[in-house]
């Protein structure tokens, strides 16, 4: 994930209260409660983190140009019974990039992203499957890959695993050119060997425009099949919240807002920027987070944001204000914050992301954390006030990923930049 016009490009650092406190940093884990990896040298970011039934943790993303994925034993230590010394690069084009992560039942992994073959060609829809140590599982796909092009600049964010073993990635397609491009929801479905799901929208592929550029950055699968895709939809220089819901066979859902698709404005005047990011359930209802423009006496914030919607697509007016929630770190200071990431705990909202924390001509970001009650409100048993920041000693911190361990620990992956390029950052919190 990257903040809004780029601005934000890696992990930061940890100013959480007391050490038994809910937010702070559990220093069992790696070096006072933080770990960096670093592949080759190369930019390293991880976009996507899981747990493992044995507690084991696995992080996915990008290293240099290709997939990169890192295995961590529980204290944060790398676990080199995976891939070469713990970790593993997979080189699919001349530009690849893992966005996201999912472990299947059988304990093998599958990264989606995108690839491009060379400089001068788009990028296409991209997933590779491991084996548990770590090696390609050449029953998928082509030797372990596979690549799908949707006729445009196609980039996977987000991927699922349904019940019956199917893969359903989502993201970003264009279409036209010049002044005519636009970019729109696009999702495909994959059999469990990696090939194209032909029953599912047109040959295995769906395509959406809630309003006008587009793009699907969170996917989530309900109890009952029905799948959600929430990101950002744009017109001019104004952009909303997004959400479309599908049937099994990838048809819209009419029953959702308008016609299957929800668009969301935080009411932040023209040319406001809101987007999301994540999106999870909580109790049936969906949360979509990212950032919101909220008007200031000095001229506009980004801040966390944050909307809940009831199964029918209309916002939950029992959350926030109007549905609608949205929180600054730095109160009358200046504020570019982001959502990258939701889990639910214990029925409380978690949030991780990005927070400006240096004088904006010095761009130094960090990771931040909240964490909500049910109302939408923060709740101040964690860290301060609600909200947790953390240094990695660098200027360029970010949370892209959040997960909750079996035990209820928080651990956030992303990058964190203390030298010339950004590392893996990891960072694991209490949160009783």
């Given amino acids: 994930m990257a903040l809004v016009a780029g601005l934000l490009a890696a992990p930061s650092s940890a100013h959480a209260r007391g050490h038994d406190r809910d937010g702070s940093l559990d220093r069992t884990f790696g070096t006072g409660g933080k770990v960096t990896t670093d592949f080759l040298g190369a930019g390293d970011t991880a976009d996507a983190l899981i747990v493992q039934p044995d507690g084991k943790l696995v992080a996915a993303g990008s290293s240099g140009s290709d997939f990169g994925l890192a295995r961590y034993h529980r204290n944060g230590s790398l676990d080199r019974t995976f891939g070469a010394g713990g970790k593993v690069a997979t080189d699919l084009g001349f530009d690849d990039v893992a966005h996201a992560l999912i472990r299947q039942p059988d304990g093998k992994l599958v990264a989606a992203g995108y690839t491009a073959a060379s400089p001068e060609e788009l990028p296409d829809f991209a997933l590779a499957r491991y084996h548990r140590d770590g090696s390609l599982d050449f029953s998928f796909g082509v030797g372990g890959l596979v690549r799908t092009d949707l006729g445009g600049d196609d980039i996977a964010y987000a991927l699922?695993?349904?019940?019956?073993?199917?893969?359903?990635?989502?993201?970003?397609?264009?279409?036209?050119?010049?002044?005519?491009?636009?970019?729109?929801?696009?999702?495909?479905?994959?059999?469990?060997?990696?090939?194209?799901?032909?029953?599912?929208?047109?040959?295995?592929?769906?395509?959406?425009?809630?309003?006008?550029?587009?793009?699907?950055?969170?996917?989530?699968?309900q109890t009952d099949g029905k799948l959600v895709a929430g990101g950002v939809s744009a017109?001019?220089?104004?952009?909303?919240?997004?959400?479309?819901?599908?049937?099994?066979?990838?048809?819209?859902?009419?029953?959702?807002?308008?016609?299957?698709?929800?668009?969301?404005?935080?009411?932040?005047?023209?040319?406001?920027?809101?987007?999301?990011?994540?999106?999870?359930?909580?109790?049936?209802?969906?949360?979509a987070g990212g950032y919101a423009t909220t008007a200031t006496s000095t001229g506009a914030d980004l801040d966390f944001a944050l909307a809940r919607y009831m199964s029918d697509g209309t916002l939950d007016t029992s959350f926030g204000v109007a549905g609608r929630t949205t929180t600054t770190f730095h109160p009358g200071g200046v504020n570019i914050n982001q959502i990258n990431a939701l889990a639910v705990s214990r029925g409380r909202i978690v949030a991780a992301g990005s927070v400006i924390t240096g004088p904006i001509d010095g761009l130094i970001f960090d990771v931040g954390l909240t964490r909500y009650r049910h109302d939408g409100t923060?709740?101040?048993?964690?860290?301060?006030?609600?909200?947790?920041?953390?240094?990695?000693?660098?200027?360029?911190?970010?949370?892209?990923?959040?997960?909750?361990?079996?035990?209820?620990?928080?651990?956030?992956?992303g990058h964190a930049q203390t030298g010339d390029t950004p590392d893996f950052a990891l960072a694991r919190y209490r949160n009783d």
């Fill in 378 to 413: 923060l709740d101040t048993h964690f860290g301060t006030g609600g909200r947790v920041t953390t240094d990695f000693a660098g200027d360029r911190d970010q949370a892209n990923a959040l997960t909750v361990q079996p035990d209820g620990r928080l651990v956030v992956a």
């Fill in 160 to 221: 699922i695993r349904q019940p019956d073993g199917r893969l359903v990635a989502a993201g970003q397609s264009t279409r036209g050119s010049g002044p005519e491009l636009s970019t729109i929801f696009a999702l495909t479905r994959y059999l469990p060997d990696g090939s194209l799901d032909t029953s599912f929208g047109t040959g295995g592929g769906v395509f959406t425009s809630p309003t006008g550029d587009d793009r699907a950055h969170a996917l989530v699968v």
């Fill in 235 to 287: 017109i001019s220089s104004n952009s909303n919240f997004a959400l479309a819901r599908y049937h099994r066979d990838g048809s819209l859902d009419t029953r959702f807002g308008n016609d299957g698709m929800v668009v969301t404005d935080f009411g932040g005047g023209d040319n406001a920027a809101d987007a999301a990011y994540a999106l999870v359930l909580q109790n049936g209802k969906l949360v």
